[in-house]
């Protein structure tokens, strides 16, 4: 099988080291791929937003089955051109990637279908929305209704705030076309848990729940990022909670998209807060989260094509889909000043020993070095058969991992930690 990978992260190198798994998988190839990746894959120079050139790689190279895994190919419909060319693939149509494309849908569908989220409104008028900042409850929550590459959302302690963003998201465009209209919602509080799912649109199968760490520094202090660690399973995320997260959210959204006609084919990914209230959905992700693939991958003991396939097949309800009884932590090293100013080009050393545990996000290869080029540059996942022993571990692989003015969080997994043990 030759297999084409759409992307370049962590995310996507934690998908490709474990589809090699497979015996049947002869060819992997990543689009773009970066310096790490292209040890376990062809990498090829084509961006992840260029559905014409991509298409085209894949039919000139006799692809058999293609995995889309950003947000953005698959809103702008990578996955409805590549099956236009007979390329079956894992991922959601643009009809279906819209749930996380526009958050006024993905609001408006959750209010529709009765499944729990924030209270919001919905603002296309700036004037309109600076009113009724006036009244409304504070904090509140400004989001842009585009992709934002993660920052569309801003937490408003004060009125002022709130107002200021508003103004770069509808006056300023700091998000383009995104903030066209704004979600203006609900301050919900309550831990967080993110819960990817397989679905082939009529099962859905949640992967082993995870939680990410999202601000810079330790504490949960500092700028929010692309997500600095992880460890999987959530220990807030009990037996008696996913039961109910099934119930009232999970099967919901399927027979929900279904309803629309908007069919959800991949991976599905459920950003919950466990509120006073109940379990309510934070957002909805079209795909797999970065950097929660890198511990919810490692866990999984069946074989990843298999399980992909069949979420295309419409067969994942015969399929076995299982987790390993153990902990994972991955901890991300990013280029110190990320997600701000960073500088790059710096020589990595990684021991070839822990290979097999490391997720490149951001490198490029020069003359055989590999150099660091991006803010988070990349991920060490250490598995377990306690949390204690994984987060351990995976600081034990950091320490080992050189690079100039590399920054990592010293915390990931402690907050879980504590929880595990109330
Ligand atoms: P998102 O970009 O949708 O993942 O949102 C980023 C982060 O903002 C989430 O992970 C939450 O921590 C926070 N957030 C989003 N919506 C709310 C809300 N309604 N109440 C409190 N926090 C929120
Ligand atoms: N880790 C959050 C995301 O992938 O959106």
């Known amino acids: 099988m030759r297999i084409l990978v759409v992307g370049g992260g962590g995310r996507e190198h934690a998908i490709i080291k474990k589809l090699k798994e497979n015996p049947s998988v002869t060819e992997i190839f990543a689009l773009p791929g970066n310096g790490g990746i292209a040890k376990d894959a062809t990498c090829v120079d084509i961006g992840a937003k260029d559905i014409d050139k991509i298409t085209e790689f894949a039919v000139a190279n006799a692809v058999d089955y293609a995995v889309v895994a950003p947000d953005d190919p698959l809103v702008l419909g990578c996955v409805d051109a590549l099956e236009a060319k007979g390329i079956p693939c894992f991922g959601p149509r643009a009809n279906a990637a819209i749930i996380e494309g526009s958050k006024v849908f993905s609001k408006n569908l959750m209010k529709?279908?009765?499944?729990?989220?924030?209270?919001?409104?919905?603002?296309?008028?700036?004037?309109?929305?600076?009113?009724?900042?006036?009244?409304?409850?504070?904090?509140?929550?400004?989001?842009?209704?585009?992709?934002?590459?993660?920052?569309?959302?801003?937490?408003?302690?004060?009125?002022?705030?709130?107002?200021?963003?508003?103004?770069?998201?509808?006056?300023?465009?700091?998000?383009?076309?995104?903030?066209?209209?704004?979600?203006?919602?609900?301050?919900?509080?309550?831990?967080?848990?993110?819960?990817?799912?397989?679905?082939?649109?009529?099962?859905?199968?949640?992967?082993?729940?995870?939680?990410?760490?999202?601000?810079?520094?330790?504490?949960?202090?500092?700028?929010?990022?692309?997500?600095?660690?992880?460890?999987?399973?959530?220990?807030?995320?009990?037996?008696?909670?996913?039961?109910?997260?099934?119930?009232?959210?999970?099967?919901?959204?399927?027979?929900?998209?279904?309803?629309?006609?908007?069919?959800?084919?991949?991976?599905?990914?459920?950003?919950?807060?466990?509120?006073?209230?109940?379990?309510?959905?934070?957002?909805?992700?079209?795909?797999?989260?970065?950097?929660?693939?890198?511990?919810?991958?490692?866990?999984?003991?069946?074989?990843?094509?298999t399980v992909m396939q069949a979420t295309t097949n419409g067969t994942l309800a015969e399929t076995e889909v299982k987790f390993a009884n153990k902990n994972a932590c991955c901890v991300i090293m990013a280029s110190k000043g990320y997600p701000t100013a960073y500088e790059k080009g710096f020589e990595m050393t990684i021991p070839e020993a822990i290979w097999g545990n490391v997720y490149v996000a951001g490198a490029s290869l020069k003359e055989g070095k590999l150099l660091t080029n991006g803010g988070r540059v990349l991920g060490a996942t250490a598995i377990a058969d306690s949390l204690e022993k994984a987060i351990e571990g995976a600081y034990d692989m950091v320490k080992t991992i050189h690079f100039d003015n590399a920054y990592y969080r010293n915390d990931i997994g402690a907050k879980a930690l504590k929880a595990g043990r109330n």
């Open 112 to 305: 529709k279908y009765g499944i729990p989220t924030a209270a919001y409104e919905v603002f296309t008028d700036m004037d309109a929305a600076l009113t009724y900042l006036e009244t409304a409850p504070i904090p509140t929550v400004i989001k842009a209704d585009g992709l934002a590459l993660g920052k569309g959302v801003i937490i408003a302690m004060t009125r002022d705030e709130a107002k200021d963003a508003v103004r770069s998201m509808m006056a300023d465009k700091v998000f383009g076309k995104s903030g066209d209209q704004i979600v203006i919602e609900e301050f919900l509080t309550g831990p967080e848990v993110s819960v990817l799912s397989f679905t082939d649109g009529k099962t859905v199968v949640p992967m082993i729940s995870s939680m990410d760490h999202k601000r810079a520094g330790d504490n949960d202090t500092g700028l929010n990022t692309g997500g600095m660690g992880t460890v999987a399973p959530n220990p807030y995320y009990t037996d008696a909670i996913a039961a109910e997260c099934m119930e009232k959210i999970f099967l919901p959204t399927i027979a929900a998209m279904n309803a629309e006609g908007r069919t959800f084919k991949g991976c599905l990914y459920f950003g919950l807060m466990l509120t006073p209230n109940g379990p309510k959905v934070i957002e909805y992700n079209c795909r797999f989260g970065d950097p929660e693939t890198q511990v919810v991958l490692p866990l999984l003991e069946s074989d990843l094509l």
